[in-house]
T-cell receptor
Framework: NAGVTQTPKFQVLKTGQSMTLQCAQD?????MYWYRQDPGMGLRLIYY???????DKGEVPNGYNVSRLNKREFSLRLESAAPSQTSVYFC???????????FGPGTRLTVT | GESVGLHLPTLSVQEGDNSIINCAYS??????FIWYKQESGKGPQFIID?????DKRQGQRVTVLLNKTVKHLSLQIAATQPGDSAVYFC???????????FGSGTRLQVQP
């Protein structure tokens, strides 16, 4: 099993550009999550999907949209990137009724 | 790899010593706690978890202690090894919610 995979690993955007971060898991997990990690601030939840067909806002959803494409895939979209969105983005997943989250390797995004 | 926490508190220990990493939480409604290890350039990895009906749980070389009275969580690593060098995060889950709330992390440096 590959676990949780994320693409791309690195990305540089100009202010105002859009992009989609991709996440996929092959563990048949029900729930998926998107976090951002800034220096000294730990991980902050952007959006999550408790199950296929549902999405909910987390702590810092502004400027982002998500799509739970199917049980395996959960994408994060930045419609108009801003320098404040420079961060490392992690995707995670969990089994139903469990709380241990399995993380992907991250995407480092820089917005200039 | 990514710079995760340029200004994190740092614990420096000698190889072979025991390490204790502390975490304070503020939400008395949290009923599940988890420790993650994050190496440079990688996503967080699960170490150990504990539910609020317990005050101690042991794994391989690691022990988590929970003191609900003072809302304090600690991770003890026995016989610390160079491979334990990483940033360690505690996270908590509030009863009834799926998402975790992460602390800001502690960097562990193991001196050979």
């Amino acid at each position: 099993n590959a676990g949780v995979t994320q693409t791309p690993k690195f990305q540089v955007l100009k202010t105002g550009q859009s992009m989609t971060l991709q996440c996929a898991q092959d563990m048949n997990h029900n729930s998926m999550y998107w976090y951002r990690q800034d220096p000294g601030m730990g991980l902050r939840l952007i959006y999550y999907s408790a199950s296929e067909g549902t999405t909910d806002k987390g702590e810092v959803p502004n400027g982002y949209n998500v799509s739970r494409l199917n049980k395996r895939e959960f994408s994060l979209r930045l419609e108009s990137a801003a320098p404040s969105q420079t961060s490392v983005y992690f995707c995670a997943s969990t089994r139903l009724w469990e709380y241990e989250q399995y993380f992907g390797p991250g995407t480092r995004l820089t917005v200039t | 790899g990514e710079s995760v926490g340029l200004h994190l508190p740092t614990l420096s220990v000698q190889e072979g010593d025991n390490s204790i990493i502390n975490c304070a939480y503020s939400n008395s409604a949290s009923d599940y706690f988890i420790w993650y290890k994050q190496e440079s350039g990688k996503g967080p990895q699960f170490i150990i978890d504990i539910r609020s009906n317990m005050d101690k749980r042991q794994g391989q070389r690691v022990t988590v202690l929970l003191n609900k009275t003072v809302k304090h969580l600690s991770l003890q690593i026995a016989a610390t090894q160079p491979g334990d060098s990483a940033v360690y995060f505690c996270a908590e889950r509030e009863t009834g919610r799926r998402a975790l709330t992460f602390g800001s992390g502690t960097r562990l440096q193991v001196q050979p």
